[in-house]
């Protein structure tokens, strides 16, 4: 449950998002099963989706992740040889010198596409390609430039309603970086789906926004070397496909899996259950509450949780035969920060070998009032194997 977990709302009565919606199966299994708390963020290490479900899937990202970047472009196909870097390219909105949008008001893959091609063959040379990825998060090739990757670069997300100038890349290697995101500009004055988006009262894409510059992805151990079972996953962002294939999982093609609202939540729990009739494990990736918390829409947010909770959850539990369950955020995304936070989060251990505890609610505070800590996230998913 991607960002799910959050901070008290005092606009709601002191309740986290999680406290505020309605989770009556989720409440079933937390109450027969054991819950507990975990920080899936190592010290020193940004709070992160990719630092996060690294931790999450039972890798250690201290020893693990070198850039989320490269992680993506395995999921889209790209190859990032020696001498190449990558960077996440969002497509975002500028208003008045602010960051107005990080994501183009949503911006869809049909119009995303148009856009970042139009990028690509205006500003893309032998040495500069950009890729088209899901929605408004897209990829920046360079060749022979890595020096950009020691760019300090800010994600778009941080600073939604913020002066950007402060927080343009900087340092060694920005130069290149600047001039792509200030030249994408000019060619996104131009585009025909701008003037749609503004027309039907859209938030339209104003520039390309780099950061998570990263080289080559180094070797991952596959996850059935590492835990000795046979994997599937299923999400509707590049990031955890990406993961999944590093660590050998098999990728789930499930019909209308996304990352928001409209994903078909239903369809990607009824074919995560047919993956377990030829894996052992399969992991369900759901990103509508990150998006809602970096929106700051509490109420999208305690909707995606319901979510969850009636059409995955409930069709978990209906599965017939012996079944183990992990239910958990990778990081907080308060609605009030509008990013992640490196914070402990809930994790629910529902099944065989899991003894009922004091909780009766899956909730940060129920959780914390367990005791159960592990202070390594990635130790969650061993434990979770073994069944203790």
Not at 256 to 282: C, I, P, R, W, Y
Request: include cysteine.
């Amino acid at each position: 449950m991607d960002g799910a977990a959050g901070w008290p709302l005092k606009e709601h009565g002191n309740k986290t998002t999680l406290e505020l919606a309605r989770t009556p199966n989720l409440d079933v299994l937390a109450c027969e099963g054991m819950l507990g708390m975990t920080n899936n963020v190592p010290a020193g290490m940004e709070p992160s989706s990719a630092v996060a479900c690294m931790s999450l899937l039972g890798y250690d990202p201290g020893i693990y992740y070198k850039g989320r970047a490269a992680i993506e472009a395995v999921s889209m196909g790209v190859p990032v040889n020696r001498g190449e870097a990558v960077f996440r390219c969002n497509l975002v909105a500028l208003k008045g010198g602010r960051m107005w949008s990080y994501s183009s008001g949503n911006i869809e893959n049909e119009e995303s596409h148009q856009l970042i091609c139009a990028i690509n063959e205006r500003l893309g040379n032998d040495a500069i390609q950009f890729y088209p990825g899901v929605g408004y998060r897209h990829l920046l090739k360079i060749k022979g430039h890595m020096e950009t990757t020691r760019a300090v670069c800010t994600p778009p997300h941080d600073i939604t309603g913020k002066s950007v100038a402060e927080y343009l890349p900087k340092g060694r290697g920005s130069r290149l970086l600047n001039r792509l995101m200030h030249d994408s500009q000019d060619v996104l004055k131009q585009q025909a789906v701008n003037y749609r988006r503004t027309a039907r009262g859209q938030i339209p894409a104003t520039s390309a926004w780099l950061f998570w510059g990263s080289g080559p992805i180094p070797r991952t151990p596959k996850f059935n070397e590492a835990y000795k079972l046979s994997a599937a996953l299923t999400s509707g962002v590049d990031l955890l496909r990406g993961m999944g294939m590093m660590m050998g999982m098999n990728i789930l093609d499930i019909v209308g899996v996304t990352d928001n609202m409209s994903n078909n939540f239903t369809g990607q729990a009824e074919g995560a259950m047919a993956a377990l009739e030829k894996h052992d494990l399969v992991v369900i990736h759901v990103e509508a509450p990150d998006e809602a918390g970096h929106a700051g829409n509490a109420a999208e947010k305690i909707a995606a949780i319901e979510k969850i909770d009636s059409e995955i959850i409930s069709c978990i539990c209906r599965y017939k035969g012996g079944l183990r369950l992990l239910v958990m955020p990778d990081h907080p995304t308060p609605v009030e920060m509008c990013t992640h936070v490196a914070e402990y989060v809930p994790f629910l251990q529902w099944g065989h070998g899991f003894k009922a505890d004091s909780a009766r609610r899956f909730t940060e505070n129920e959780a914390k009032k367990t005791g159960e800590l592990v202070h390594k996230g990635h130790d969650v998913m061993r434990r979770f194997i073994g069944g203790s």
